[in-house]
């Protein structure tokens, strides 16, 4: 098939399709991340908790305390620090505010990589550029992860402004050093969010090796190297145990019943409308159906497998579908499944499905492909639609917490970070020396590393001692997230033993550690 591209129609209608499509891709993206939040939790939900502990741990980095050495992390610090500027918004705004701003961020940040990925593919024509952008606007996975301060929203980002800035230099033939440089830098920078990036940063090369030469792949190594290097080098010196938190804690989670089949349901976007598949569970969603119908998933897969086929006679193509595939292949070898995970994977497969149609649908009339945009849009509107009506969250009873944690004196412990930042008590805690403890429950995974012993929380001894010792290590603590079923019978004793202060929601409370007071 035929590779030539394609531009859009130099008259007025092609130049007002060229501003008012992506302005349009752009609003949608946004409304369908934006609506269901304030349709549930509103600014301040209280199902927020992986991050919470990302934005609680870069105050905790902003302030001084160093991730890794004073508290664990199981990520690398990329998101830490690109969430400085809210936290430096934060110390004059406060962190309610600051991160409420971040997550509307965020909610931007993934409208543009829905723009970018309908860029990449509208010089192959509108419809292709809408079915990739539609694709991504309305995988469930995606506005999940960039409804808030998720890793996979800022990583996904990346590699696709990575793959905006090489995309017309391949089809011009001018790889210039600095454009190799800048690509490399970003793909790198997307591994320092989330370790799985490291094959995205892997696939690049080794296309640009094969396709480009040896010369193109090095200098976009180089680039991917340096900003590694530059971000993570710090805290792998300040903190050796960086690589044990971040590589081999991350290991030890456990295997979760998510078998492969279930797995590329979820990847190819089905899993969202299998009633049985999302659940709330310890606060996070998981899939825990058995997957989507048969008959629809294998009637997607095959036309993917299709778009996959078509889109190898393009060389942008080929590295779209080499992206996809070692994602792919990372989502099905890891050990434990969230409903956020398939965002590794959705970027490249929407490019690659823009991309397949543009080539099979390139030599078929002009009615033909207005038959086929029209099914696209009327596809991606009613599933765009059907998005806005899944709220998401509940609020946090901010007014009442606050209330109960004003005048607490000495430090306010939690299994969820979002007590202390939408109440505005982190950084008092932190002013007043008290311990930094982001991420309760994932010391688990660290505990049960070191001595060989169980990753699951309720049976693990150590990780029991650990939990309660810390959370009546203060005056105050907040307990949400782990109660009561992480707790053992001795864990739950000890708890029932602090008096409650408040109760909210089900069996969310504030407790009083401090004996006689």
Known sequence: MSTNVHPLPPTVAGRTARILIPVAVFAAAFVVRLIPVLAGGGPYPVDNYDPSVYYAAAVGLGSGRIPYRDFLLLHPPGLLIFLQPFVAVGSVIGDQLANLVARVAFMVLGALTTVLIYRLLAVRGIVPGLLGAGFYLVFFPAIYSERTTRLEGLASFVVVWALVLLAPAVKRGQLGVARLLAAGALVGFGATVKIWGVVLVAAVCLWLWFSEGFRAALLAGVGALAVAVAVIGPSAIMAPQFWRMVLFDQLGRPELPVGPWERLGDIVGLGQWDPSAPMLVDGRFVITGGGPPVVAQTILLSLVLLAAVAALASRLGRLYLALAVVAIITLLAGPSWFVHYPTFSAAPLALVLGTGLAELTERI??????????????????????????????????????????????????????????????????????????????????????????????????????????????????????WPGSFDAASQAKVRSWPVLIHFYDRHTVRNTLPGR
Do not use: W
């Open 365 to 482: 009339p002009r009615a033909a492909r207005a038959v086929i945009g029209a099914v696209v849009v009327f596809a991606i509107g009613a599933a765009g639609f059907a998005q806005l009506q899944i709220p998401e969250g509940k609020a946090f009873p901010v007014a009442e917490v606050r209330t109960a944690l004003a005048d607490r004196p000495g430090c306010v412990t939690t299994d969820n970070p979002v007590s202390l930042i939408v109440t505005d008590t982190l950084r008092r805690n932190l002013d007043r020396g008290c311990p930094l403890v982001v991420d309760l429950s994932g010391y688990v995974y660290d505990i049960s590393h070191a001595d060989g012993s169980t990753p699951e929380r309720l049976r693990n001894e150590k990780f029991q001692t650990f939990m309660v010792d810390y959370l009546g290590s203060g005056s105050t603590a907040v307990i949400m997230r782990l």
